[in-house]
């Protein structure tokens, strides 16, 4: 327990960040829902919306880049992975909370884009989960913030122009990717294990 | 703790093997490793701290064997590294620092962590700056705050990397000391390019060259390897030939030369080697 609470101490910015943007997007609609019809009010929503699922990955490149202890945490009991798989459950977490917030207050306002009732909440959900799960992977491989930062962006692209639009189902929507990026982020998790790895790549940089 | 070293290689992908069917026991107490750049000074400790694996080759330590997983984990729970290139994070301060490494180190009580943290932090003479953030600290205390966290857990063996590379005289000798004294009732593995630091704390060397042992034993041994070589030329204008130049020392009438040499230059008077001199004479019989 100690261990996740000085993650999250250390974390606790990032942490709020996704209920800063849930709390501001629900503000907005609650705002606009008296001004604005509801049909009006989704193209916005659904512009709004994506803000958690980038916010997240490049949250999450950013807490799994840049540690300058690497080295360090190997040599103790706990090692590398479990530090960097706990920021990224944390950092996970943190927005899948907030974005399932999100989600009811929007569903409940009836402003959620392309409301299909309560099984709509996979999508948000979903996306983040496939974002951070590739993010983690990335990170692990390359080492690098500025290429972790670009997947994110590169994801969210991919889900929003070439996957959404052509598998409508918002199961199979999510499912498909989410058990690639669950695969993924085994992946990463094996690799992550590599002390070696991560200490000689890191100290080649 | 005794450390046994036995046929230990280690490749590299692409690279010469950094470690090279190295045999070595080495005792309890303050054991100094040197050798040139490149020599597989770091790669040995990163493979005594169960960090990387050999290629080749098993280490020992009090008769438990590293490659196994289980061995290695419980190695880390009775290990203080200090690596060569620590930046602690800059925005904690160091009591939060020591703190984090305790948990890292699986310290579970929160009663132990403080308290180890309070004393560690009094022993390196941090006490002061305990809660400023680490950003604010210089070059010597930030090293000191990294000495403290490898000390979290009282551990039984210290490995140390070029812990004082960097640091101002003052800090150097200030350092060393507290080696000295830690490596009363533990083993302490330290690394260096500063032979003088050997000289004053380690009563045991061990000289990797190429990856190879070059020399393992007591200090005064290493030593030894440059008695009756060992010269001070009269002031001379040229370099002697054939000899290793220790160090030079500009007078009016030409340079002053310390060589190891077995031909001095006529006029020059034997004087009793140090630990560079041995070490030098070493690197020249290879």
């Known amino acids: 327990m100690a261990f996740v609470g000085i993650q999250l101490k250390r974390l606790y910015r990032l942490v709020l960040l996704p209920f800063i943007l849930t709390a501001g997007i629900l503000f907005v609609g609650f705002l606009l829902e008296g001004i604005w019809s509801p049909g009006r009010i989704r193209p916005l929503m659904m512009v709004l919306t994506q803000v958690p699922v980038i916010a997240a ?7 799994l880049n840049g540690d300058p202890i690497i080295e360090l945490a190997e040599s103790t009991p706990t090692g590398w992975r479990k530090v960097q798989v706990t920021r990224m459950l944390i950092i996970t977490g943190a927005f899948l909370t907030a974005v399932g917030l999100l989600f009811i207050g929007l569903h409940m306002m009836r402003l959620w884009p392309r409301d299909m009732g309560w099984v709509s909440i996979i999508s948000p959900v979903g996306s983040i989960f496939i974002v951070n799960c590739l993010v983690f992977l990335i990170a692990v491989l390359t080492t690098s913030m500025p290429t972790s930062s670009l997947a994110p962006i590169a994801i969210w692209l991919f889900l929003c122009f070439v996957w959404d ?10 499912l498909i990717p989410l058990f690639i990026a669950a695969a993924g982020a085994i992946f990463g998790w ?3 294990g590599d002390a070696e790895r991560n200490v000689v790549k890191v100290a080649a940089l | 703790m005794f450390i046994s070293i036995d046929h230990l290689t280690k490749d590299f992908r692409g690279r010469p093997a950094a470690l090279n069917d190295l045999t070595v026991d080495l005792p309890q107490g303050m054991i100094g490793l040197i050798g040139p750049n490149g020599a ?3 790669t040995l400790m990163r493979i005594l701290t169960g960090i990387i694996k050999p290629t080749t080759g098993k280490v020992f330590i009090d008769g438990q064997d590293l490659s196994s997983p289980a061995n290695r984990r419980n190695l880390k729970r009775h290990l203080g590294y200090l690596p060569q290139h620590i930046t602690p ?12 490494i305790g948990i890292l180190k699986m310290i579970d009580n929160k009663h132990m962590r403080q308290e180890q943290t309070h004393t560690l932090l ?8 305990m809660n400023l953030p680490i950003r604010g600290l210089s070059g010597g205390m930030r090293r000191r705050v990294g000495i403290a966290q490898a000390l979290m857990g009282d551990p039984q063996l210290l490995v140390v990397d070029e812990p004082t590379a960097g640091l101002d005289p003052e800090e150097r000798m200030r350092f060393r000391t507290l080696l000295a004294q830690l490596g009363q009732d533990r083993s302490v593995i330290l690394s260096t390019h500063i032979l003088d630091d050997v000289a004053q704390t380690c009563p045991w060397v061990c000289v990797l060259r190429f990856g190879r042992k070059q020399y393992d034993g007591p200090t005064e041994g290493l030593i030894h390897e440059a008695a009756g070589h060992t010269w001070i030329t009269p002031p001379i204008a040229a370099p002697p030939e054939n000899a290793t130049i220790i160090n030079a020392e500009p007078t009016p009438q030409g340079t002053r030369y310390r060589i190891v040499t077995d031909t001095p230059p006529a006029g020059s008077v034997e004087t009793a080697p140090n630990l560079e001199d041995g070490y030098m004479a070493l690197a020249s019989e290879r």
């Open chain 2, 89 to 100: 994070y800059d925005n904690l301060s160091p009591l939060e620092f020591l703190d984090y």
């Open chain 2, 122 to 129: 009094e022993q390196v003479g941090l006490k002061d700056v």
């Open chain 2, 40 to 42: 597989g000074k770091t």
């Open chain 1, 190 to 192: 094996n690799m992550c």
């Open chain 1, 57 to 63: 990955g490049l949250s999450t490149a950013f807490v």
């Open chain 1, 165 to 174: 639009p052509y598998i409508t189902d918002p199961v199979r929507q999510r």
